[in-house]
């Protein structure tokens, strides 16, 4: 199984970093191959997690160059892309963990939402179906920890009628 990871390449806060640290760490404990932008930041953290733990992990670039991605990815695909990559991380996965995030991010849980491709959420965006204030809590699984949102990931991948 492939889980993408989607978070900011520059957090605003340390805290991201362990959290996705923690993600790759318990994606690796349950056999799972990480799937990210392949660059710094959360997508580091969640690689690094995953190495610590002997577990595989797949950086989609958005440049030209293999050696853009940090040092923890074992498979660097090369788009040139930019951030039309994004649309590549997310199919990748069966389901999505989004570990905080900027707009990038955003970009990618809603093309995962408009994909119907489970996105479980740990710190990241408060999101409305219409901007009008419906909550599509439904949609967004919340979790409250890593290995929260692992579990969470695997089973909502697992009930996935379309892949």
Same mark, same amino acid.
């Given at each position: 199984?492939?889980?993408?990871?989607?978070g900011?390449? !520059? +957090?605003? @806060?340390?805290?991201? #970093?362990? =959290?996705?640290?923690?993600?790759?760490?318990? =994606?690796?404990? @349950?056999?799972?191959?990480?799937?990210?932008? /392949? =660059?710094?930041?959360?997508?580091e953290?969640?690689?690094?997690?995953?190495?610590?733990? /002997?577990?595989?992990? #797949?950086g989609?670039?958005?440049?030209?160059?293999?050696?853009?991605a940090?040092?923890?990815?074992?498979?660097?695909?090369?788009?040139?892309?930019g951030?039309?990559? !994004?649309?590549?991380?997310?199919?990748?996965?069966?389901?999505?963990?989004?570990?905080?995030?900027?707009?990038?991010?955003?970009?990618? #849980?809603a093309?995962?939402l408009?994909?119907?491709? +489970?996105?479980?959420?740990? !710190?990241?965006?408060? =999101?409305?179906?219409?901007?009008?204030?419906? +909550?599509i809590?439904?949609?967004?699984?919340?979790?409250?920890?890593?290995?929260?949102?692992?579990?969470?990931?695997?089973?909502?991948?697992?009930?996935?009628?379309? !892949?």
């Amino acid at each position: 199984m492939i889980i993408a990871v989607i978070g900011s390449s !520059n +957090p605003p @806060h340390s805290e991201l #970093i362990e =959290l996705g640290e923690g993600v790759g760490r318990e =994606l690796a404990r @349950h056999g799972v191959t990480v799937v990210c932008g /392949g =660059l710094s930041g959360v997508m580091e953290a969640v690689c690094r997690g995953a190495k610590s733990e /002997g577990g595989s992990t #797949i950086g989609i670039l958005p440049g030209r160059q293999s050696t853009e991605a940090n040092r923890y990815v074992d498979i660097p695909i090369v788009t040139t892309m930019g951030y039309s990559r !994004n649309v590549i991380v997310v199919h990748t996965g069966a389901s999505v963990i989004a570990v905080g995030g900027a707009f990038g991010t955003l970009c990618e #849980i809603a093309y995962a939402l408009d994909a119907r491709i +489970p996105v479980v959420g740990l !710190n990241t965006w408060p =999101l409305t179906a219409t901007g009008e204030g419906t +909550p599509i809590q439904d949609r967004i699984i919340r979790a409250d920890s890593p290995a929260d949102a692992v579990e969470k990931a695997i089973a909502a991948a697992r009930s996935r009628t379309d !892949n």
